[in-house]
């Protein structure tokens, strides 16, 4: 059995740019959620996608959107990145709403 | 009050001690709970899930009072390997609601040293 994957693994950004970032869910899980962990803090909640709909969302604001696929695999994309965006991303599958949440080994992300 | 509170440590300790994680919740309508792993520069990893009947996995037990929204993480035996730092997790989501995020602690730091 596959587990979660992410890629990339590191990305280097500049204020402005806009970034995709990709998780693939395990198998048979239809639920993915996108958390944003900086440094010394727990992993704060972005959104979660069940069945390719949005299906809840954290305090993140509009220029962090998402996507799920028929496959359930996911993207996050941000727009106008910001310093404070630099962290790391992780994505997290799940076999049922509610249910125990396993994560891929994150993207690292630097705003410079 | 934050949603989920810890002490973040570190907790520095002899190999072979025993040593125990508190954290506080502050919804009370809070329906799951977890303990994850993180190693440094890693991904979380479930340790175990948290059960009001108390749960434990080897050397490891948590408990969970629901009257003083309270769980706990009981090591005994501490290895080397056990340096980590170990996330309280809530999930809230309950079934005919919308929403399935786990709500994290920001972590306990524990060191374990020969």
């Known amino acids: 059995e596959t587990g979660v994957t992410q890629s990339p693994t590191h990305l280097i950004k500049t204020r402005g740019q806009q970034v995709t970032l990709r998780c693939s869910s395990q198998?048979?899980?239809?639920?993915v959620s996108w958390y944003q962990q900086a440094l010394g803090q727990g992993p704060q909640f972005i959104f979660q996608?069940?069945?390719?709909?949005?299906?809840g969302r954290g305090n993140f604001p509009p220029r962090f959107s998402g996507l799920q696929f028929p496959n359930y695999s996911s993207e996050l994309n941000v727009n106008a990145l910001e310093l404070d965006d630099s962290a790391l991303y992780l994505c997290?599958?799940?076999?049922?709403?509610?249910?125990?949440?396993?994560f891929g080994p994150g993207t690292r992300l630097t705003v410079l | 009050r934050k949603e989920v509170e810890q002490d973040p440590g570190p907790f520095n300790v002899p190999e072979g001690a025993t040593v125990a994680f508190n954290c506080t919740y502050s919804n009370s309508a809070s329906q799951s709970f977890f303990w994850y792993r993180q190693d440094c520069r890693k991904e979380p990893k479930l340790l175990m899930s948290?059960?009001?009947s108390g749960n434990e996995d080897g050397r490891f037990t948590a408990q969970l009072n629901r009257a003083s929204q309270y769980i706990s993480l009981l090591i005994r035996d501490s290895k080397l390997s056990d340096s980590a730092t170990y996330l309280c997790v809530v999930n809230n989501w309950n079934y005919g609601g919308s929403q399935g995020n786990l709500i994290f602690g920001k972590g306990t730091k524990l060191s374990v040293k020969p």
């Open positions: 996608y069940y069945r390719e709909e949005e299906n």
């Open positions: 198998s048979g899980h239809n639920t």
């Open positions: 948290v059960y009001s």
């Open positions: 997290a599958s799940s076999l049922v709403r509610g249910g125990e949440q396993f």
